[in-house]
């Protein structure tokens, strides 16, 4: 995957296996709802499709006492 900067941040860009599956889902939703207006059926399917969040804390391991 390239690496884009952006606004001073580094944001990955999909690569086209990536985009034509994004793609495919998207015509997939279109076709089982077609009377919903775009901008609907992409809040669904980033609903859908979006990667999961972090599952909980970091664990930090330390150690107390002289090393």
Excluded: D, R
Aim: no cysteine; glycine share 6%; net charge positive.
């Amino acid at each position: 995957m390239e690496k884009s900067k952006i606004h001073g941040k580094m944001a990955s860009t999909p690569s086209y296996a990536q985009a034509a599956n994004s793609s495919v889902n998207i015509l997939k939703i279109k076709k089982a709802f077609p009377a919903l207006p775009n901008k609907k059926i992409i809040e669904i399917h980033n609903a859908a499709f979006s990667k999961p969040g972090h599952k909980g804390k970091k664990i930090q391991s330390t150690t107390k006492g002289p090393s």
